[in-house]
Nanobody, 124 residues
Framework: QVQLVESGGGSVQAGGSLRLSCAVSGYTYTKYCMGWFRQAPGKEREGVAALDSTGSKYYADSLKGRITISKDNANNTLYLVMNSLKPEDTAVYYC??????????????????WGQGTQVTVSS
């Protein structure tokens, strides 16, 4: 059974930083794309960043330079470091996995597994 458990969200002031974690268990595919998505109130879920089993990384253009995605293979945990946070970054952040490379990584379609989400709130 595949499980994704996010943590690390919270409340932070504008300009601050957060590191989100996503612990992945039960996933045995050798090819994968692991992504971070976010959904703000009243808005559609959008892709934030992703990486795949080749080591390639992808970022939303609007967030490049402020975020870094990484993965610790030893403990199968996906991370997202977000710097210079802005109030518009307020959203529920989700991690997701699909059993292929990160083609169209920014689309939530075809991601097989999702975490429950972690809330990030940035105050001005």
């Amino acid at each position: 059974q595949v499980q994704l458990v996010e943590s690390g969200g919270g409340s932070v002031q504008a300009g601050g930083s957060l590191r989100l974690s996503c612990a992945v268990s039960g996933y045995t595919y050798t090819k994968y794309c692991m992504g971070w998505f976010r959904q703000a109130p009243g808005k559609e879920r959008e892709g934030v960043a992703a990486l795949d089993s080749t080591g390639s990384k992808y970022y939303a253009d609007s967030l490049k330079g402020r975020i870094t995605i990484s993965k610790d293979n030893a403990n199968n945990t996906l991370y997202l470091v977000m710097n210079s946070l802005k109030p518009e970054d307020t959203a529920v952040y989700y991690c997701a996995v699909k059993a292929w490379f990160c083609i169209y990584w920014y689309s939530q379609t075809n991601y097989n597994y999702w975490g429950q989400g972690t809330q990030v709130t940035v105050s001005s």
